[in-house]
């Protein structure tokens, strides 16, 4: 089980249900559930349990709960999570906790979701996958689901191609001859929404427009953006052996 120090991030509350749910198991009496979560206590909680008098585990959870409970406000704790940022090393799911841990100060968990998103590095046409959760057990489902997405788009066959833009975001893109199959000759796209690219073949291109298509991954969906290309701006060919 977590120390509790009262040092860090860690709620008091989080870590009294964890004692609870382990003393449950061990079948535990009032005593002895006194004695280890004691041994528990370092830090500023340990020197706080100094000037406690209490004997018995109902009273030491309570002085707890009193001294180290919930004292930041809403704003606090969006300020933790505005400089809370995902490292390059570090899986969506691993961020996820790590806010999470963050959130459990308050009661947030709408806003968190978005952090957790925004941080994501990615096209937003894949990331829609992660939107419509309506609390952190259906988002940590869609964090799932979003991350097999990534693992079998590279491996697809389609006509598309992924780019960077300048802003180091990542795109969806397509050439004109092969949006025209997708479409299956009947090609809707809005040419309004032009967008400068750079990094394919090392040259700046300008889209001619955009449109969506829904992608299917085994028995995921997903509505993806594509930018539509001219076909020399994209010099690869894509041949059946």
Known sequence: MTPFTGDDTYPVEAWINESEDIALLMGWNDMEKLIYRKR???GTAKLFLRTQS?????YLKEQLKEEFGLKLNSAAIHKKLISCKMNTDETCQQYFF???E???HGN??????DYVIDEIRDSESIKIVLYGASNLKEFRKKLDIYSDIKKKLPSCSSPSTTSKTTDRSYVNLVRMSDAKKIQKGNL?????LKTRLTGIAEKEVISMGTFIAKLQIDEYFADIKFHV???????VYLEKF
């Not at 947030?108 to 979701?113: D, F, G, R, V, W």
């Not at 809707?188 to 309004?192: N, R």
């Not at 290309?229 to 010099?235: E, N, Q, R, S």
């Open 54 to 58: 209490g004997k018995s585990w109902s």
């Open 102 to 104: 963050l959130a459990l």
């Open 108 to 113: 947030i968990e709408e806003a968190l979701m």
């Open 98 to 100: 790590h806010t999470k």
């Open 229 to 235: 290309v001219k076909d020399t701006d994209i010099p």
């Open 40 to 42: 528990l206590l370092s």
């Open 188 to 192: 809707v796209y809005d040419d309004t």
